[in-house]
């Protein structure tokens, strides 16, 4: 089992920044990649960014130059530095780990506001 907790959400004006992180807990050595997921009101939770335990990462077009995933396997910690936020970046922000034989776990959300 691992456990999930995100900090760092909230509400910012369009053009700043917010970093959110996300510490794992529990069977930390089985995890293999670590990433962020969003939901907006109405719409399906999309990838956000994801980051393996090697240091590969993928995000989705709409963030690429803006946000920026990383890692801190020492603390299992995954962070994702937001700037240049827009409105439409509003929503809940999940996180989200896979481990290396496929389970994959949850965290609460965190919700993020980005007034225009």
């Known amino acids: 089992q691992v456990q999930l907790v995100e900090s760092g959400g909230g509400l910012v004006q369009a053009g700043g920044s917010l970093r959110l992180a996300c510490a794992a807990s529990?069977?930390?050595?089985?995890?293999?990649?670590m990433g962020w997921y969003r939901q907006a009101p109405g719409k399906q939770r999309e990838m956000v960014a994801t980051?393996?335990?090697?240091?590969?990462?993928n995000y989705v077009e709409s963030v690429k130059g803006r946000f920026t995933i990383s890692r801190d396997n020492s603390k299992n910690t995954v962070y994702l530095q937001m700037n240049s936020l827009k409105p439409e970046d509003t929503a809940v922000y999940y996180c989200?780990?896979?481990?290396?034989?496929?389970?994959?776990?949850w965290g609460l959300g965190t919700l993020v506001t980005v007034s225009s």
């Open positions: 989200n780990v896979i481990t290396y034989v496929g389970m994959d776990y």
């Open positions: 529990g069977s930390i050595s089985s995890i293999n990649t």
């Open positions: 980051i393996t335990r090697r240091g590969d990462t």
